[in-house]
């Protein structure tokens, strides 16, 4: 169940993403991920164990999709 919550949070991250300078994309924005995941009533520890496996994935794939 854990996984699917986190997934759900992921989908619903797409306005909280961390630019850097160059405008790649570095991330997700952690403390409003924790803040949705707490509002919907998902598991923290299971956001922290799986956020970051969907968020390395999410930011390869827009950056590759920005460099095109």
Request: avoid cysteine; glycine fraction near 12%; proline fraction near 4%.
């Amino acid at each position: 169940m854990e996984g699917l919550q986190a997934w759900e949070l992921a989908r619903r991250l797409g306005g909280q993403l961390r630019i850097g300078p160059t405008g790649a994309v570095i991330g997700w924005d952690f403390a409003a991920a924790l803040a949705l995941a707490r509002a919907m009533g998902a598991d923290p520890a299971a956001v922290a164990e799986f956020l970051p496996e969907i968020e390395a994935v999410m930011v390869a794939r827009l950056n590759e999709r920005s460099g095109d």
